[in-house]
Nanobody, 121 residues
């Protein structure tokens, strides 16, 4: 089971980007999917996460600007980022927790490769 993130890039302040992350493998279900970020000099922080039920948690710093969504059938999670600010510049990481495969194996706290988001002022 792997996570593959995409969608980062360079954008001007006020612009938008959409990050996507796809889980591959013989997956039956994924409990929680989310996005974290690490800015230079900072620790990694939660940006947003979404459960299979659809309930979400979003960091206060991005509320009203970022929206997380997922497609359970395709095992994908997306992060729509609007009104981007220079302080959103970071490497964004996709995360998935409690993945159950069709072979009834479980994976916990799986990370994708980071994707860099740079917001210029």
């Amino acid at each position: 089971v792997q996570l593959q993130a995409s969608g980062g890039g360079l954008v001007q302040a006020g612009g938008s980007l959409r990050l996507s992350c796809a889980a591959s493998g013989s997956i039956s279900s994924i409990n929680v999917m989310g996005w974290y970020r690490r800015a230079p000099g900072n620790e990694r922080e939660l940006v947003a996460q979404i459960r299979s039920s659809g309930s979400t948690k979003t960091a206060d710093s991005v509320k009203g600007r970022f929206t997380i969504s997922r497609d359970n059938a395709k095992n994908t999670v997306h992060l729509q980022m609007n009104s981007l600010k220079p302080e959103d510049t970071a490497v964004y990481y996709c995360n998935a927790d409690r993945i159950m495969t069709r072979g009834l194996l479980y994976y916990y706290d799986l990370w994708g490769q980071g994707t860099l988001v740079t917001v210029s002022s």
